[in-house]
């Protein structure tokens, strides 16, 4: 659950006479819960790496996506979001985040157009300003949510943000994921900030995330969906095998996946599981046709439902669910 691998810097390999060097490295988008920086992680790679939700805290550890472009190679790194922490899960997922950001190259901050400038964001500001080498970037998000004069004012309110903390804003960048507006100009405005450097990752990878990893958030990222309130915090999603299935044709594979769901209490069960059976069909039949997509394989998902106690604050829970 580490952030990136450490590196050292390489000499720029520049390319033929007259252009400019390649550029490679890391940028974390770091803010509050529900800043949008999943969303926007996904448009910068052009294909779902990071699971969203309009559940705040969705990200549990750091997802990495990588952008391919001629002049460079830009690994994002989408973190949780920063929070006041009420379980021992929420420690440690802010560890994740602050290890995260003493390692990457940029940092971009996402504070969302629609919503006022609160203490979450001056907390999260301040510390930042703490990291003296590091250039920051201010992404206004959810651009596409505010008309124009909502947008000025919320510009106008980052830029006075920085100057009342002292933190000097490298870009200042409006931009909606959603919309696919000025997603291409922000990356256009991170690539200059790296440094000079060889390709990290092969041409077609987007991600370094493992399969297994990914199924699993994916399942997650199902079982989010209209959920009460009181559940999102209690899922988690470990897949214990994927095994291609014995005596299948070449032409016709099927992929055979155990996975568990587990939750904080035996109340729980039955949110999750619905009259039925019916919301946890309704979760594997979601989830089994995103995991499809992103294997290319057809898939046979298996899900049970487990409790495992008060688990985000238990150290051995925690450990055994991968956090």
Known sequence: MGAMSARTPSAG?????????????????????????S????????????????????TRHTVRGIVHRPDAQLILV?????????TLLGE?????????WAEVDVIGFCLPADQKLGPGDTFIARELAGIRKTPKVAI?????????????????????????????????VPVSAVGDTQVGLLADLLVPLLPEGPQLYAEGDLTDEPEQVMVAELIREAALEGVRDELPHSIAVVVEEMIPREGRPADRPLLDIHANLYIERPSQKGIIIGPKGARLKEVGMKSRHQIEGLLGTPVFLDLHVKVAKDWQRDPKQLRKLGF
């Open 140 to 172: 206004v998000t959810k651009t596409d949510l505010v008309d124009a004069d909502q947008l000025a004012r919320q510009l106008i309110a980052v830029d006075r943000l920085g100057q009342e903390i002292g933190l000097e804003w490298a870009e200042i």
């Open 13 to 37: 390999t520049a390319g033929p006479a007259g252009m400019s060097p390649h550029r490679s490295g890391f940028a974390c988008f770091v803010g509050r819960p529900n800043a949008g920086k």
């Open 39 to 58: 969303t926007l992680t996904n448009a910068l790679v052009g294909q779902k790496v990071a699971i969203t939700s309009n559940r705040p805290q969705t």
């Open 92 to 100: 440690r997922l802010n560890d994740v985040v602050r290890t995260t």
């Open 78 to 86: 989408d973190t949780p979001g920063l929070h006041k922490p009420r």
